[in-house]
């Protein structure tokens, strides 16, 4: 079982930056491939990053803007947002599961646990 808790969202103006952190329990983090994913109001959840071994994955829309990291010292994983925009506002997840093949990592159903979100709001 792993439980994940995310931390560090608010309200930024557009340009601006925010890092997002989601601190795991569990002896199992350094294994599992890390997620991210956002849902804004009225749209599905949607796939944002994901950091599994040493590469990681972006979705077309943050690339180039987003980094994602993890600590494994620490159980925690990170998602540095720089140049936002008011698009960008969204409840942000966190999610954690075994490395699976394919495309799994864009995918909800890829992962087993998720954390309860984080607010990001981000002002024009």
């Known amino acids: 079982q792993v439980q994940l808790v995310e931390s560090g969202g608010g309200l930024v103006q557009a340009g601006g930056s925010l890092r997002l952190s989601c601190a795991a329990s569990?002896?199992?983090?350094?294994?599992?491939?890390m997620g991210w994913f956002r849902q804004a109001p009225g749209k599905e959840r949607e796939f944002v990053g994901a950091i599994s071994g040493g590469t990681t994955y972006y979705a077309d829309s943050v690339k180039g803007r987003f980094t994602i990291s993890r600590d494994n010292a620490k159980n925690t994983a990170f998602l540095q947002m720089n140049s936002l925009k008011p698009e960008d506002t969204a409840v942000y997840y966190c999610?954690?599961?075994?490395?699976?093949?394919?495309?799994?990592?864009?995918?909800?159903?890829?992962?087993?646990?998720w954390g309860q979100g984080t607010q990001v709001t981000v002002s024009s």
């Open positions: 999610a954690a599961g075994p490395p699976r093949g394919g495309t799994l990592f864009a995918a909800k159903y890829g992962y087993d646990y």
């Open positions: 569990g002896r199992t983090f350094s294994s599992q491939r």
